[in-house]
């Protein structure tokens, strides 16, 4: 299966804390969306992977996500991806999908695979 | 051009909900505040009124739905009472805590156990700190007036707080008098529609309602707290804009009644509060130095302004229909600490009265000065620091 977890995909900008002054942020409880103060993902144990090849783009997961961690690539090939540093694992995004698309993998895995992934691509630069 | 109609508290109120144009209405009946609600259905059925008007199935739905409301940019009333209170009372930080200037009407109405469902104070009082202003008010007119002045006071940008309007179960609620109701023009001139960033909006996107961990917390609750206290200086405003577009002028946080040169002063809230100037006036002819201090607004505490109004009397008493168990009235802890805080020593005492709909007698009232009388002539020792009215044995060790 493809991971389009990561890669070469539209980001949300981030501003963390050190950057935002209290007078910016808690004059009420509603702020710019995509603007977050720090990511929020440690308590995952699985991690949603989504198949390109069996993906139709239906956008199901997108609209079922709790947490909008789930985006539009606005690329062709596959439709969206997970947002790693948001996901927290619940797994509504497989439930939901009608073409069996998205496998929940173990995150400890995941997680060394992905360094195993970024050692190595640093590796080829070095 | 407004008209006078003969209405009750709560018919009165609807009045003002009425002319404030509220977008939705979430509504769960309870007395003494019911006929609130029904007038309102009235209202939004003949095309009076043009609301989404929502009968939900509980107290704690009211409010949630209202918050849901003021999400989406909505102006949101809602109505309730006693035990309805309590049961949305982990809504209210909700709403405070969201900055949604929602507006509710709570019938002051005793709280159970025994069963009990007249009016008396302990209600709001009890929930005096989840961020909501509250204010008490002691006629059909004030309360007419204070629905729509509540809406401009709440959705002022420098406020964007919840407000409270409480009146007194059936003493205020179901007593009727002459009321003169604006006209829509009137109301439209004094209170523009809501507009408001604190909201949902496809154009641009916002994440409301979040998380806030403990590196940014206290920034918020901070200035939840110093916004409401200068809630009391755009009340002031609110109040000058209302004269100048409706005709009737109120006396800010606080309604004073010969305090300047009073001796003795009886502090109190709600409708109590006419029946306590009539024995006042009777006083002043025979030459007593007497005066009445009616708080309008609770929440935030006028402190300055009390202390102003009574800090040189010689002995004042405070008149409230609750009690906090194990400790006194929250009203007299709050004049107390307002005082104390401003290193005024004048002597202090507590009159607990009305409790489950009890009636407060002018002989009553009469007794409270005289006790003060006492108090301002050194027999402090005399009068405890906390009397229950009515009762003939005092208890306690105390």
């Known amino acids: ?126 | 051009m407004s008209e006078k109609k003969f209405l009750s508290g709560d018919e009165a109120f609807a009045e003002g909900v009425r002319l404030a144009r509220p977008q939705v209405i979430s509504a769960y009946p309870i007395t003494p505040q019911t006929v609130v609600v029904e007038r309102l259905s009235e209202m939004v059925e003949r095309g009076d009124l043009d609301a989404e008007y929502l009968h939900v199935e509980s107290e704690h739905s009211a409010l949630s739905a209202a918050i849901g409301a003021a999400a989406a940019g909505a102006r949101a009333f809602t109505a309730t009472s006693s035990q309805g209170l309590l049961y949305m009372a982990e809504c209210l930080t909700y709403a405070a805590g969201g900055r949604f200037p929602i507006v509710m009407m709570n019938a002051n109405r005793s709280t159970c156990l025994p069963w009990n469902i007249y009016g008396d104070q302990r209600d709001s009082l009890s929930l005096l700190d989840h961020g909501w202003i509250q204010v008490y008010a002691e006629s059909a007119q004030e309360a007419l007036d204070l629905a729509l002045m509540a809406f401009r006071l709440g959705e002022d940008d420098r406020v964007r707080t919840p407000v409270m309007v409480c009146l007194d179960g059936f003493a205020l609620t179901h007593t009727y008098e002459t009321v003169s109701v604006p006209s829509p023009e009137e109301a439209d001139a004094f209170l523009p529609p809501y507009e408001t960033s604190n909201r949902f909006d496809f154009e641009h996107p916002v994440n409301i309602g979040y998380t806030a961990g403990p590196a940014y917390s206290r920034y918020y609750k901070q200035r939840e707290h110093l916004d409401m206290l200068a809630a009391a200086r755009v009340v002031d405003e609110v109040e000058a804009e209302f004269a100048r577009t409706i005709g009737r002028s109120y006396p800010g946080v606080v309604d004073a009644w010969h305090c300047d040169d009073a001796d003795e002063i009886v502090v109190t809230l709600g409708s109590i509060a006419g029946e306590v100037r009539d024995v006042a006036a009777r006083l002043r002819a025979e030459g007593r130095k007497v005066g009445v201090l009616r708080i309008r607004y609770l929440r935030p505490l006028p402190g300055p302004e009390i202390v102003a109004a009574v800090g040189g009397a010689r002995a004042v008493a405070v008149l409230e229909k609750d009690v906090s168990f194990g400790a006194e009235g929250t009203v007299f802890t709050n004049v107390n600490s307002a005082l104390h805080r401003a290193g005024c020593a004048v002597p202090t005492r507590n009159f607990i009265g009305g409790l489950g709909g009890d009636d407060i007698t002018e002989d009553q009232v009469l007794q409270i000065f005289d006790a003060l009388h006492e108090v301002a002539a050194g027999d402090a020792a005399q009068v405890p620091d906390v009397t229950f009215l009515n009762i003939s044995d005092q208890g306690g060790d105390r």
């Open chain 1, 1 to 126: 299966m493809s991971d389009y977890s990561k890669g070469t995909v539209l980001r949300i900008p981030r501003v963390h804390a050190e950057t935002l002054e209290p007078g910016d942020y808690a004059d009420d409880t509603c702020f710019a969306a995509g603007w977050l103060a720090e990511t929020n993902a440690g308590w995952r144990l699985k991690r949603p992977v989504i198949d390109a090849d069996s993906c139709t783009g239906c956008l199901q997961c997108y609209l079922y996500c709790p947490d909008g961690a789930i985006r539009k690539t606005h690329a062709p090939g596959v439709a969206v991806f997970v947002d790693t540093d948001f996901c927290k694992g619940c797994g509504i995004c497989k439930t939901v999908c009608a073409f069996d698309s998205i496998a929940m993998v173990d995150e400890a895995a995941a997680k060394r695979e992905d360094a195993a992934r970024a050692a190595a691509t640093e590796g080829e630069h070095a």
